[in-house]
Structure formats: C-alpha cells, structure tokens
C-alpha cells in the first residue's frame, strides 16, 4: 500500500489508529484559484519513515514514461507481493497468477500537460509513452511484466468503486478457476489542478477547511462539506484457499462474499433512498450466507460529503433491522480521504487489518454527528473488539455500487 | 568530438539512462544501449527539439546508432 499516511500498510494502519490525518496544504502546484487547496497526499521522502520514495520501486528514467498511479501500483504491487511470499518461476505458476488493477481517472497529470503540449509544439512532440503511460490497465501491464505474471490480465475503471469491483472481481476469476493468484486492488494519482477543478465543479470536495486541512474529512459529522482527495494504491494478493494453504502462505482473511449493484439514478448523487447501496451489501450478504447481524465490523464508504453520507448510513440502518444496535462502523476516509478509484482496495486492506488486530480503526473529526444512530460510528478513538467478519461498501459516479465481506480463517 | 556529437551523446545518456562510457560512435540504440521501438521514436523527438532539424520518418528508420545520428544531424545543419 502507498496512502497519504506513508508508504507500507502497517505504518499506514498503524498511523490510523492513532488517529492521524493524512490532509494538508498542498504544496506542490499553485492552488491560489482554486476552492480547495488541500489534499490528501502521499507523504514523499527517502523512503525511511513511512516516506515515499519513487526511485525505491522504478528507475527514475522508467518513471518519466508513466504517470504517478503506475509507479504507485508498482511499488503496492512489490510489497503485497513480497508479504505473500509469491515468486513464480515456473511456467504453471506464471500462467496461474494475473493482475486485476483498476483506476478511476488513470493518466490525469500526464494527459493535462500533452494537450498543452499539443498545442504549443504541435503533434510531433507527443510522446510515444504518451498512450503506454495513461492507459488505465497500464498499471497492470506493469506490474504483470515486472513480476511475470501471465494469467488474466485485466483492469476495472467503476470511479470509486474501482478497487472493491477489482479485488470482488479477482476473488471470482480464482474461484471460478481461471487463476490461482490474483494480484488485485486499484491505484490512483488525482491531485493536480484539473483533478481539483473538475471535483470542484462537481461540488464534490471540501472548501471549508482550507486552514485546518486537517479537519476537513468529518464522515458524518454535522458540519462536513464534502470530501478529500487523496491519492496512492492499495494492492493485495487474493488466492485459492487450497493453493495458499498447500504452500503455507500467510492468510489475512478469506473473501466470503462480493455483491453489486447500480443505482441508475444520477451521475453523480446517490439514489436518495440508498437503494443501490442497500441491494449492493444484501447481494454480498447473500452471496456469504450471512445476514447483517452476522457482521462485526463495517468500513463504510462515508465519504465525507453533506449527502453521502447518511444515505449509506440509512441503507445500513434498514438493512441492519434489530441488529443495529450491535453494529460498528466507521470511516477511514477521515484519516486517509478520498483515494478514488484506490480507495476500496486501501480499505479492504484495513477492513482485514480490522479482524487481524481486533480493533475497529475511528472516524476521526466526528464531533457532532448530524443524526442520531444506534450504530456505533468509533467516533475518534479506535474501539477494541472481536471482529470475526468484516464489510467494506464503496460507491461511485455513475451508480456503480460494491460491497465486500471478509471472514477471519478458521472463524 | 564536435559539438553536435556531444550533444547526442547527452540526449542518449539522459533518455536511455545509461552510462556515458557505452555511447560510442558505433553504438546501436536497439542492441546496445537497451533501447526499444519506442525508446528511439522518442530520442528522434529529442533530436529533432534539441537541434531544430525536422527528421522524417523514413530518415528516422535509418537512424540506428550514435554516429548515424551525429551524422544526419550535422548534414542538416551544414
């Protein structure tokens, strides 16, 4: 995992549950036209802690070819790789390992500067690596060639519900036998001035909290505005349980269920009833045999924006029934924002790390919450529990819809 | 080496990353500076922004090593 609070997923998480932000000022471009001058982004050093350092996963003259969410995939890619200990060599292991990465938007960066390009120099001065280098299922490319994965080589582009479709899709490729290992998640690198213009002008994003960046992403709480662009990748490993068993891999969790659903509705809002949402985790629930009594823990999509957010908590609620009460959920997109097309595969990661250490990761900044609940939303402080099963919702643009349902082993 | 020869010798260094030691006259971008179909449309680019020479791709497809380009560039200018 890259995410705004460092680069790894065990400092990441760590730095979650002490309730760290990852929002602050941005820095690297002028903001000084633009609504919102804050983001979530990847904290970039020498790579010593938690830092970023893109020379550490891909030569610098390799990186000038790609756009930033392919160096992300890269350097998620190796890690998830590396903690899995998977290192095909032969030619059976190759061809049954693939790559399911998606992204949201993809090559934003690089797409905004060769139009430019375009029209001061003209169509000679466009880079061979202009196409290579944007193309989505590029981050995939990568990553296969680089790890010589040659099963299924795919992608998934569902805006914010990228990554949860990517990893809920590579769960069904293993199951359904076309691979052993899946190398899945989604990656994404929005922040640039026509990622925030576009955003803004989509009134998706936080205004408000351009002094205090750090308040900015309030899932639920009374006075949010909207949410926080992040950036980064979250990649895992999602295998057959026999082929991981057989060759003693490390199991976080197993995948049990995978359910999703379009609103067909608006582009960009919610169906106001949050019937997509509601049908989306059913189908999941479904799909796991379980009922929503059934679950410990929910890492909720709660973006952080006025509408949202008590959507999602309302199809919750209904689907919940009487088992609201004992329901726990919370939204990490308060410490890492929004990271698009990357955030249903960072949050999977932390839904897992949620059952592997006990503990539900908080809501931070939920002061007021603008509607009473029975649900337990971890307000600030992270919650010590037992979490047998956990549920990680993402929605985005379009109405596309994704629930995933994970289940500690031997649970 | 004259002037334009150097200035090859930089762009190559600096878009294939390699060390300035391998790029001689002889040397070819494909075999052995590591470079690949894509790699040389874009240092064609890089010739032609660094030079103001225009390089038309039938002239490109005969570009093959260091010298090649040294000496279509310097035929240009002259």
């Known amino acids: 995992m890259v995410s705004p609070l460092g680069c790894g997923a065990e400092i990441s998480w760590q730095r979650i549950l002490e309730g760290q932000s990852g929002s602050r000022r941005v820095e690297n471009f002028e903001t000084d036209d633009l609504q919102t001058k804050i983001a979530c982004q990847i904290p970039r050093g020498d790579g010593t802690d938690g830092t970023y350092n893109p020379n550490d996963w891909m030569e610098p003259k390799e990186q000038r070819k790609v756009d930033e969410f392919i160096v992300y995939a890269i350097a998620a890619a190796d890690q998830a790789l590396e903690d899995a200990n998977w290192k095909p060599e032969s030619d059976e292991d190759k061809n049954r390992s693939g790559v399911l990465i998606g992204s949201g938007i993809g090559g934003f960066q690089g797409i905004a500067d060769t139009a430019i390009l375009l029209k001061e120099k003209g169509p000679r001065r466009v880079s061979p690596f202009f196409i290579p280098g944007r193309l989505i299922n590029l981050a995939s490319g990568y990553v296969s060639i680089r790890h010589q994965l040659k099963g299924p080589n795919h992608s998934v582009v569902t805006a914010c519900s990228t990554g949860a479709h990517a990893i809920g899709d590579a769960a069904r490729l293993v199951a359904l036998g076309d691979a052993d290992v899946m190398v899945a998640g989604g990656t994404e690198s929005p922040i640039c001035r026509l990622g925030i213009s576009g955003f803004n002008a989509c009134r998706a994003l936080s205004t408000g909290f351009n002094d205090e960046p750090e308040k900015a992403s309030r899932p639920y709480d009374k006075d949010r505005d909207g949410f926080v662009m992040g950036e980064g990748a979250g990649i895992v490993v999602v295998e057959d349980y026999e082929h991981a068993k057989a060759r003693g891999a490390k199991i976080y969790a197993e995948i049990v269920g995978y359910g999703l659903s379009g609103d067909a509705y608006h582009i960009t809002a919610p169906a106001s009833d949050g019937d997509g949402g509601y049908r989306c985790m059913e189908a999941a629930l479904k799909r796991a045999g379980m009922t929503l009594g059934d679950v410990d823990y929910i890492n909720a999509h709660g973006t952080s924006t006025p509408l949202g957010d008590e959507i999602e908590l309302g199809a919750v609620t209904r689907l919940a029934g009487e088992h609201a009460k004992g329901l726990t959920m919370s939204s990490t997109k308060s410490s890492v924002g929004h990271l698009l097309g990357a955030a249903g595969a960072v949050e999977t990661i932390f839904s897992v790390l949620a059952i592997r250490d006990g503990i539900a990761p908080p809501t931070i900044n939920l002061d007021n919450p603008s509607v009473e609940t029975e649900i337990d939303l971890v307000p600030n402080k992270p919650k010590k529990m037992e979490i047998n099963v956990a549920l990680s919702n993402s929605f985005g643009f379009g109405g596309t819809n994704a629930s995933l349902i994970f289940k500690k082993v031997d649970a | ?78």
Request: glycine fraction near 6%; proline fraction near 1%; charge should be negative.
């Open chain 2, 1 to 78: 080496m004259s002037n334009v020869a150097e200035q090859v010798k930089k762009i190559v260094v600096e878009h294939l990353g390699v060390e300035a030691e391998k790029v001689t006259e002889t040397a070819s971008f494909i075999d052995d500076l590591g470079a690949d179909s894509l790699d040389t449309v874009e240092l064609v680019m890089a010739f032609e922004e660094a030079f103001g020479v225009e390089i038309p791709d039938d002239a490109a497809e005969t570009i093959q090593t260091v010298g090649d380009a040294v000496k279509f560039i310097e035929s240009k200018a002259s």
